[in-house]
């Protein structure tokens, strides 16, 4: 209306018809939609694939571990494309292009299923994982002794949610016996208050999602890779959404009758 009050005052009537052209101008051109769209169906770099001889081995560790929106509009901004990531859905929406889903475990292609276990350290970033064939107390004393390792001095509050296996009879007398180790068990129905939950939708992205695995050491092996390369680029994990940033002031108009 500002605006409509400012052309009537400087043109009288005849400013205040469509002058065309108004608008936000689109941010991308139809020519470099289709750069979009093939991304999805180029191979991602710095995730784990499959080589000549069968193995699985990370090509590159530069770029992006697999096709998210993130993924893709960090990748179309280098190849000179400004565009956004709500965007990026669109166009990928629009087009019927779909990107890369996840999923919470890995089963092999001769149907046997594999755990991962792991234990964010949020001082750092850095994650301890191992895969297992089960969630049993022994597998889940066998991390424990993993963070124990990686952590050789002071104690460790490790939170976990109520899991038969963690506070299980066997359990108990490891726990004697590793008196550094303490157990913070969170609410029932409130995993959102551990951050590693978090961690796991960022391995799944790296590791497990879209690939077809042969047997569970190639789960082993991108599980392997895909933590090398996240604590390589960790950062410090702070529980809580940031500060929103600070509104510009804006103009102020002194209206005179």
């Known amino acids: 209306m500002r605006r409509w009050l400012h052309r009537f005052n400087r043109s009288g009537l005849e400013c205040l018809e ?16 289709p750069h979009i769209i093939a991304l999805v169906k180029r191979p991602p770099l710095g995730r784990p694939r499959r080589q000549a001889d069968g193995a699985l081995e990370a090509d590159d560790e530069s770029g992006p571990p697999v096709w998210t929106l993130d993924g893709l509009t960090e990748v179309a901004r280098k190849d000179g494309i400004e565009v956004g990531r709500s965007q990026v859905r669109r166009i ?4 019927g292009a779909r990107w890369c889903r996840t999923r919470t475990w890995a089963r092999s292609n001769d149907g046997e299923k594999t755990w991962v276990h792991g234990t964010l350290r949020v001082q ?17 004393q066998q991390i424990l002794q993993r963070v124990e390792n990686a952590n050789p001095a002071g104690d460790v509050y490790v939170v976990t949610d109520n899991l038969s296996s ?9 726990h004697e016996d590793h008196p550094r180790i303490h157990h913070v068990f969170i609410p ?14 960022l391995l799944r992205k790296t590791a ?7 047997s569970p050491d190639e789960i082993e092996t991108a ?5 090398t390369q996240l604590n390589k680029r ?24």
């Open 166 to 174: 963690h506070p299980s009879v066997s359990t108990r007398p490891w």
């Open 124 to 140: 750092d970033g850095k994650e301890v994982t191992m895969t297992a064939a089960s969630r049993n107390s022994a597998f889940y």
């Open 18 to 33: 469509d002058l065309g052209g108004q608008g936000r101008k689109p941010r991308i051109t139809q020519a470099e939609r």
């Open 92 to 95: 990928l929406l629009a087009e």
């Open 188 to 201: 029932v129905g409130a995993c959102w208050l551990n951050l590693q939950e978090a961690w796991w939708r």
């Open 223 to 227: 599980t392997r890779l895909s933590t």
């Open 234 to 257: 960790a950062r410090p994990w702070i529980w809580g959404r940031p500060a929103p940033p600070t509104r510009p002031l804006r103009r102020r108009y002194t209206y005179i009758l």
């Open 208 to 214: 497990l999602a879209g690939q077809s695995f042969a």
